[in-house]
């Protein structure tokens, strides 16, 4: 066992086409993570995503103005 629990998990994670992370690898990450932590852990994610079919980032606070737009 690596730890008996994790009160804070940071984590910035950026995909792009030539990277190796896949989309699995990074839902089996998490899921590892959810077995080290409890109802208390602060969790801090970023996931930018820079693929060629991605969407770019957007924080929290840009979701509402840029939901409705169509991006190019």
């Avoid at 690898?25 to 930018?48: A, D, K, M, P, Q």
């Avoid at 980032?57 to 840029?66: E, I, L, M, N, T």
């Amino acid at each position: 066992m690596l730890c008996k629990h994790l009160s804070e998990v940071n984590l910035d994670v950026k995909v792009s086409d030539s990277e190796m992370v896949t989309a699995c690898g990074f839902r089996s990450l998490v899921r590892y993570f959810l077995e080290v932590t409890n109802s208390e852990t602060i969790w801090n994610l970023t996931l930018e995503d820079c693929t060629s079919m991605g969407q770019g980032y957007h924080g929290p606070a840009d979701f509402s103005r840029c939901r409705n737009q169509v991006h190019k």
